[in-house]
Nanobody, 130 residues
Framework: EVQLQASGGGLVQAGGSLRLSCQVS????????IGWFRQAPGKEREGVAY????????DYAYSVKGRFTVSSDNAKKTVYLQMNSLKPEDTAMYYC???????????????????????WGRGTLVTVSS
């Protein structure tokens, strides 16, 4: 059974930091890229960060570039999202997803990368207070 379990969300003040984790099981970790997405109430889903677990290349949404860092620990089959300098507008449910980069996918864009998602994980809620 494929599982992507996001954790690490919580309540933090503006300017603070959180580190999210995405624990993967049920598929070969190196075969898939991992994307972080978020969705705030009443807003469309937004791609936040992308990492190719076998090549290590990354991409970010413009709104988080310079503040968020995505990394992976292949031995632990875990992808992390370090979020610094958090803003109230970062408040959302955050999801990790497994998939592959494609030439174009209108629904799943992360920076300059388009991702075809095969597996969605459960989300973790991030709330940033002002």
């Amino acid at each position: 059974e494929v599982q992507l379990q996001a954790s690490g969300g919580g309540l933090v003040q503006a300017g603070g930091s959180l580190r999210l984790s995405c624990q993967v099981s049920g598929f070969t970790f190196d075969d898939y890229a991992i994307g972080w997405f978020r969705q705030a109430p009443g807003k469309e889903r937004e791609g936040v960060a992308y990492i190719s677990t076998n090549r290590g290349n990354t991409d970010y949404a413009y709104s988080v570039k310079g503040r968020f860092t995505v990394s992976s620990d292949n031995a632990k089959k875990t992808v992390y999202l370090q979020m610094n300098s958090l803003k109230p507008e970062d408040t959302a449910m955050y999801y990790c997803a497994g998939g592959t980069p494609v030439a174009y996918d209108r629904s799943n864009r992360i920076g300059n990368t388009f991702m075809m998602v095969d597996y969605w994980g459960r989300g973790t809620l991030v709330t940033v207070s002002s």
